[in-house]
């Protein structure tokens, strides 16, 4: 009899256990979520992408339908340029790295040069930096469909420079250093300086609101 009465018990005490565990764990999920909320609301809308066609790394079309639904990060770079593009590059290979190869998160790194920065030269910068072309999408194309993107969806700048400002041979445009946070609906929500300290850490928490509040 007090056998039974112990095994009771125990069970008894387990199953509270267990109960409190998942009421924490539920807890914890919706206290993130609430926090996801209030971070998105907090996102300004600093304008809207709309369709494109470009090239990426691998020569094949890409369109704005190729990242509907997911969060992407995008930045505008150039594969000779002498000044901040390699440690804008290596900064985007640390954010591909921070999230899980099955995240909703894709990642775009456009050229001021493209014609220079052909697919294949492309292709070989972005293998420099561990770039997963299934996730990263380095892209070139007509001066016009990636100026309507850089400029016109993403808010991003570039301007080439005049002979008389250039430092070295390649020191060939003035461009954004800028990373922008778009959402799964291509609304650009955010706008991050790659060169401070801590931006990698902000930019990551603001992915993380948009992925969490709209999963799927």
Known sequence: ?????????????????????????????????????????RMPVYGQVESFLLTNQLGSVS????????VWIADIVFSRCPGPCPRMTERMAALQRA???DAPIRFVTLTTDPTHDTPAVLKRFS???????NRWFFLTGSMKEIA??????????????????????????????VFMLVDQKGRVRGSFESLEPDFEQQLI??????????PH
């Open 1 to 41: 009899m007090v056998n039974k009465q112990s095994t009771l018990v125990s069970w008894v005490v387990w199953g509270v256990l267990a109960g409190v565990t998942i009421g924490v764990s539920v807890l914890f999920v919706r206290t993130r979520f609430d926090q996801a909320i209030r971070l998105v609301d």
């Open 63 to 70: 369109t704005f339908a190729d990242l509907q639904g997911k």
């Open 99 to 101: 999230f899980p190869v």
């Open 127 to 133: 293998e420099r930096f561990g770039a997963d072309p």
């Open 148 to 177: 309507g993107l850089a400029l016109k969806g993403l808010k991003l700048t570039a301007l080439e420079k005049e002979p008389n400002q250039q430092t070295v041979p390649d020191d060939l445009f003035i461009h954004s250093t």
């Open 205 to 214: 928490t603001a992915a993380n609101a948009l992925i969490r509040t709209n």
